[in-house]
């Protein structure tokens, strides 16, 4: 009975990611073994502003994993000014639209929840940003602080107009960690819960890159791929394709789940979260001993063998 009252069950879940409008899709892909990155063509480059020059260097790379619709925004559902839907960096706008969804998959509407549903949710920083873009659209708001260019666009200001918008009242946190920002948001959210912060808890994370229909340089020696594919765990894998998506789950106590009928999709037994300081090869590496010593951790806290586990 303890297990259970610590056990997290994942209720609701929304996500957007390249070539899958949806999370059911996005497994269709997956099961069909479909990539969400597309060959670009010069002319629609070119269309896009990528300079002629850069086109004809041979390690431009023309690939692209592209989200369907991500300039896209119902700004009257959400009560919010066109002018400041306009201005707004589209990661706070689908951060928005994947947190209501994830709460109506859940059987949740928002605004209607007599509890405190906390939110841990993170975005890109400078390499995503719309305003570092468009500089020359909005030469006049750099530098600015304050006003809706300035509450639009960065991203300590998402989770908190999340909060807002959806009328949630548990704890509201920005959480940024690059890479692993999502599974930490994850992480914070279920702590919260079991600490009894919140009785529920949204947690995701969102990343848009802009300009969005372009490619990218390789660089030999970098992390980048050669040939705009990624195969992960594959003898062929030659790098990584950085692209843009947005995911989000509803969380909520297993044991509070069950008595109310709620429909589960997964079950959070434990987590756990470590740094390995300085003794690593360099900032950008990680130390074996480190992620183990994390995993050991994890497993743990979730009160389960590692030769339990039928599948990582």
């Known amino acids: 009975m303890e297990r259970m009252h610590s056990d997290i069950a994942i209720i609701g879940m929304a996500g957007r990611f390249p070539g899958s409008t949806s999370t059911h899709e996005f497994w269709a892909n997956l099961c069909a073994g479909r990539s969400g990155i597309v060959a670009l063509s010069a002319e629609e480059l070119l269309a896009n502003g990528v300079p002629a020059e850069t086109l004809a260097d041979a390690n431009y790379v023309k ?3 592209l989200l369907a619709d991500h300039d896209c925004f119902d700004s009257e559902f959400f009560w919010i000014p066109p002018r400041d839907a306009e201005v707004m960096d589209p990661q706070h706008r689908l951060l ?8 109506e998959d859940a059987g949740y509407p928002p ?15 400078i390499v995503s940003s ?10 006049d708001v750099v530098g600015k602080t304050g006003g809706n260019w300035h509450v639009g666009n960065d991203k300590d200001f998402a989770p908190t107009r999340l909060s807002y918008k959806l009328n949630l009242r548990g704890p509201s ?25 919140c009785e529920m808890a949204l947690a995701g994370a969102v990343s848009v890159r802009t300009p969005h229909v372009a490619g990218y340089m390789y660089e030999s020696g ?19 394709v950085f692209g843009s998506g947005v995911g989000m789950v509803l969380l ?53 063998s590692a030769d339990s586990l039928g599948y990582i």
């Open 96 to 103: 928005l639209e994947c947190a209501w969804s994830a709460m």
């Open 252 to 304: 909520k106590p297993l044991e509070r789940a069950l008595a109310d009928g709620d429909c589960i999709h997964a079950v959070i037994k434990g987590s756990a979260i470590n740094n390995d300081g300085g003794q690593k090869m360099s900032f950008l590496a990680t130390k074996v001993e480190g992620q183990l010593d994390c995993m050991r951790t994890a497993l743990d806290n979730a009160g389960v």
């Open 63 to 65: 690939a692209a994993p």
């Open 173 to 197: 946190v920005a959480v940024q960690t690059a890479c692993s920002t999502s599974l930490v948001a994850v992480h914070m959210a279920c702590q919260s819960i079991r600490s009894g912060e």
């Open 111 to 125: 605004d209607t929840q007599p509890g405190k549903v906390g939110v841990f949710a993170g975005s890109g920083g």
């Open 222 to 240: 970098n992390i980048l791929s050669a040939d705009g594919q990624v195969r992960a765990f594959d003898a062929d894998a030659r790098g990584v």
């Open 130 to 139: 719309q305003l570092l873009s468009c500089t020359g659209h909005y030469a």
